[in-house]
């Protein structure tokens, strides 16, 4: 039994297969992220999973793509985290960015871009995965992302920069003081997730000014820092994935095309077309991923 789970801060799409490479069961947990998940919550945590316990000692390769992977020492917080879990298996952990780059890839080159809670980006050839300028989080970057659509919305509502009518739905909706927002970002672990879940009022109020503007700007912010900085960039596709993206698909093309940028695909899920990379693409290869190899 194979696992192969990609993981962002606030949610983790992850499936079984068996060794023939079928798919048994695909389901959701809560997101892993090193910076801020311990080896011990990220155990008791995926214990709590009901597929994770109905296939643990089965599990023979557990392959984890994740947000915050970005280093040995970052990853080695996640696998130890999942050693107690499968203790049959062989774990891999690498960074997110990895299974965009994989997932997205039809066989040209071609810059796969994050855009969720976090953003991020790389260009990948098909063989080799570069990036151009570091993702410095939800504090100095993230630039377009929900935690950014979400930091935007509450800097706008404490400062009355937002209209009358919306801050009034968006009190009714969040019932958010100054003091509890403070305490959530500065004081609470999180705080990008909790920025991060204020994003769908911004995809409600899409058609309001003030939050287009706020969404546009961050996607503007994006491309000129994340997507602009590759020399290729303005000669292969840009591709995306992640629920802003997908949720805001309609800014972000207007945007590309107002820079002069080839949009390629846009995927809410990542996980179906990283499947398909290990499984078909590169079944012959000795890539990261391999079942006859691997098994």
């Given at each position: 039994m194979?696992?192969?789970?990609?993981?962002?801060?606030?949610?983790?799409?992850?499936?079984?297969?068996?060794?023939?490479?079928?798919e048994i069961?695909r389901f959701r947990?809560m997101?892993?992220?090193?910076?801020?998940?311990t080896?011990?919550?990220?155990s008791?945590?995926?214990?709590?999973?009901?597929?994770?316990?109905?296939y643990?000692?089965?599990?023979?390769?557990?392959?984890?793509?994740?947000?915050?992977?970005?280093?040995?020492r970052?990853?080695?917080?996640?696998?130890?985290g999942?050693?107690?879990v499968?203790?049959?298996a062989?774990?891999?952990?690498?960074?997110?960015?990895?299974?965009?780059?994989?997932?997205t890839?039809?066989?040209?080159?071609?810059?796969?871009?994050?855009l969720?809670?976090?953003?991020?980006?790389?260009y990948?050839?098909?063989?080799d995965?570069?990036?151009?300028?570091?993702a410095?989080a939800?504090i100095?970057g993230?630039?377009?992302?929900a935690s950014?659509?979400?930091?935007?919305l509450?800097?706008?509502f404490?400062?009355?920069?937002?209209?009358?009518?919306?801050a009034?739905?968006?009190?009714?909706?969040?019932?958010?003081?100054?003091?509890?927002?403070?305490?959530?970002?500065?004081?609470?672990?999180?705080?990008?997730?909790?920025?991060?879940s204020?994003?769908?009022?911004?995809?409600?109020?899409i058609?309001?000014?003030?939050?287009?503007?706020?969404v546009?700007?961050g996607?503007?912010?994006?491309?000129?820092?994340?997507?602009?900085c590759?020399?290729?960039?303005?000669n292969?596709?840009?591709?995306f994935?992640g629920?802003i993206?997908?949720h805001?698909?309609?800014?972000?093309?207007?945007?590309?095309?107002?820079?002069?940028?080839?949009?390629?695909?846009?995927?809410?899920?990542?996980?179906?077309?990283?499947?398909?990379?290990?499984?078909?693409?590169?079944a012959?290869?000795?890539?990261i991923?391999?079942?006859k190899?691997?098994?």
């Amino acid at each position: 039994m194979i696992l192969i789970a990609e993981s962002g801060s606030t949610k983790c799409d992850a499936v079984f297969l068996d060794d023939s490479g079928k798919e048994i069961s695909r389901f959701r947990m809560m997101g892993f992220n090193p910076y801020f998940h311990t080896s011990p919550f990220i155990s008791e945590n995926a214990l709590l999973v009901d597929e994770i316990m109905k296939y643990k000692d089965q599990t023979t390769h557990v392959f984890f793509y994740g947000a915050g992977c970005s280093s040995q020492r970052l990853n080695l917080v996640i696998s130890e985290g999942l050693s107690p879990v499968f203790p049959n298996a062989k774990i891999m952990v690498d960074h997110d960015l990895k299974a965009c780059a994989y997932s997205t890839y039809d066989g040209e080159p071609s810059i796969s871009c994050i855009l969720g809670t976090g953003s991020n980006s790389v260009y990948f050839d098909g063989h080799d995965i570069a990036e151009e300028v570091p993702a410095l989080a939800f504090i100095l970057g993230d630039e377009g992302s929900a935690s950014y659509i979400g930091k935007k919305l509450i800097s706008g509502f404490l400062y009355k920069k937002m209209p009358q009518d919306l801050a009034d739905d968006f009190f009714n909706t969040y019932k958010l003081t100054k003091d509890i927002v403070i305490d959530k970002v500065y004081a609470q672990d999180h705080a990008n997730v909790f920025l991060g879940s204020l994003a769908p009022f911004a995809h409600k109020n899409i058609k309001n000014p003030f939050v287009y503007e706020i969404v546009a700007e961050g996607f503007r912010k994006f491309l000129e820092t994340h997507v602009l900085c590759f020399p290729q960039a303005k000669n292969v596709e840009v591709n995306f994935v992640g629920s802003i993206a997908y949720h805001f698909q309609d800014v972000l093309v207007d945007l590309l095309k107002s820079m002069d940028l080839k949009l390629g695909r846009i995927i809410r899920r990542p996980l179906d077309g990283l499947i398909n990379y290990h499984l078909t693409q590169h079944a012959q290869s000795n890539k990261i991923f391999n079942l006859k190899q691997a098994l």
